[in-house]
C-alpha cells in the first residue's frame, strides 16, 4: 500500500493499492489484485490521520476476504514512516492506531501472516507512483463525500492557541493601558513573532516607566516632568528615543540606518521594532540612564 497525499492546503484523499506478495494456490497476485478506493477527510485532518486512515482500510478490505488459510499472507506498502513509527510507539493511542493494531492482531489471530513496511516514495517504483496520480486524481474530486472527521489534537490545540489569541488582542486593543507599549506592538502576534531582546533599558523604553522624568514626576518621585537638554520639554521615552539632545551621538547612528533606507525620522515606531529592530536595540541599550 502506498498513499500519496496534496498538500494541507487542499481537500484532503486518499488511496491505497495494496495485497502484494500474496500467493493463492502457487500463484503469485502481484499486480494482478489491486483494489482501489478512495477516501476524503475533513480539510482540518492531518497528513499523518491520511496516511493512517489508508493503512486502516486496506486492513479492513483484507478482513472481508474470504481466502484459503494456507494463503493468508499480506505485506502492505506505506511510504510514511511516521505513520510506521506511530504505530510502534504504545505510548500513541489514537483511535486509527489503535483500530489498525486491534485489526492486525485480529487477522493475526484468524492465521494471516500480515506485514506493514516502508517503500520510499517518489523513487520510480510502480504500485507506489500510480497510487501517487491516483490519490492526486482523487483530490480533485470536489463531490466526494467527507469520509473522515477526527480533528488531530494539533488542530485543536491549534484552534485554541489562535481563540485564545483573538480575545487577548481584543482586550489589548480595547485597554486604555499600555498604550505606549501598543504604538509599538499593536498586536499581540507582532509581539511574538519579534526577535525582540529583554533588558533593563529596553524594558523601559518600550513601557514608557522607569527612570525618565515624567514617570517619576507622575508618581510623586521628581519636582517636575521636564528633560535636562532644554527645560522646557517632557522627558518621556518618546522624546528620549527621537529628539533628547543628552542622547544625540547615540541617536545619530539610528537616524544613519533609518534614512539610508529612505525613511524620514522618527519613523513609525512600529518600525523600530520591526524592521529597525537590530540599530534600535543598539541606541537604547547604549543610553547612560545616570544622565537622566
Given at each position: 500500500m502506498s498513499p500519496t497525499l496534496p498538500s494541507p492546503q487542499l481537500h484532503f484523499a486518499n488511496l491505497f493499492q495494496f495485497v502484494v506478495d500474496q500467493e493463492v494456490n502457487g500463484l503469485n497476485l502481484?499486480?494482478?489484485?489491486?483494489?482501489?478506493?478512495?477516501?476524503?477527510?475533513?480539510?482540518?485532518?492531518?497528513?499523518n490521520q491520511a496516511e493512517l486512515l489508508a493503512i486502516a482500510e486496506a486492513l479492513s478490505w483484507i478482513s472481508e476476504q474470504n481466502i484459503p488459510e494456507d494463503a493468508r499472507?499480506?505485506?502492505?506498502?506505506?511510504?510514511?514512516q511516521v505513520s510506521l513509527d506511530c504505530l510502534r510507539n504504545l505510548k500513541i493511542r489514537t483511535q486509527t492506531v489503535e483500530w489498525i493494531r486491534r485489526t492486525v492482531w485480529s487477522l493475526r489471530n484468524g492465521n494471516w501472516r500480515v506485514a506493514i513496511?516502508?517503500?520510499?516514495?517518489?523513487?520510480g517504483t510502480v504500485g507506489n507512483e500510480e497510487a501517487d496520480r491516483l490519490a492526486k486524481e482523487a483530490a480533485m474530486d470536489e463531490e466526494a463525500e467527507v469520509s473522515f472527521h477526527l480533528a488531530p489534537l494539533t488542530?485543536?490545540?491549534?484552534?485554541?492557541?489562535?481563540a485564545s489569541q483573538r480575545e487577548w488582542n481584543r482586550e489589548w486593543n480595547l485597554s486604555q493601558k499600555?498604550?505606549?507599549?501598543?504604538?509599538?506592538?499593536?498586536?499581540?502576534?507582532?509581539?511574538?513573532?519579534?526577535?525582540?531582546?529583554?533588558?533593563?533599558?529596553?524594558?523601559?523604553?518600550?513601557?514608557?516607566?522607569?527612570r525618565n522624568k515624567a514617570s517619576l514626576f507622575r508618581f510623586g518621585q521628581a519636582e517636575d516632568p521636564f528633560c535636562g537638554c532644554d527645560g522646557v520639554t517632557e522627558q518621556t521615552?518618546?522624546?528620549?528615543?527621537?529628539?533628547?539632545?543628552?542622547?544625540?551621538?547615540?541617536?545619530?547612528?539610528?537616524?544613519?540606518?533609518?534614512?539610508?533606507?529612505?525613511?524620514?525620522?522618527?519613523?513609525?515606531?512600529?518600525?523600530?521594532?520591526?524592521?529597525?529592530?537590530?540599530?534600535?536595540?543598539?541606541?537604547?541599550?547604549?543610553?547612560?540612564?545616570?544622565?537622566?
Open positions: 502481484i499486480g494482478q489484485l489491486r483494489p482501489h478506493r478512495k477516501f476524503h477527510l475533513a480539510d482540518w485532518c492531518s497528513n499472507k499480506v505485506t502492505l506498502w506505506t511510504d510514511s513496511r516502508w517503500v520510499r516514495a517518489h523513487d488542530f485543536i490545540s491549534r484552534m485554541s492557541s489562535d499600555g498604550r505606549h507599549t501598543w504604538n509599538f506592538y499593536p498586536s499581540i502576534s507582532a509581539r511574538r513573532k519579534s526577535e525582540l531582546q529583554i533588558s533593563y533599558k529596553m524594558t523601559q523604553a518600550l513601557t514608557g516607566h522607569g521615552w518618546d522624546h528620549l528615543i527621537n529628539g533628547c539632545q543628552l542622547f544625540e551621538q547615540e541617536r545619530s547612528r539610528l537616524i544613519r540606518k533609518v534614512m539610508l533606507t529612505g525613511e524620514l525620522w522618527p519613523p513609525d515606531a512600529r518600525m523600530l521594532v520591526g524592521r529597525f529592530l537590530d540599530p534600535f536595540s543598539t541606541f537604547i541599550n547604549s543610553m547612560d540612564l545616570e544622565l537622566l
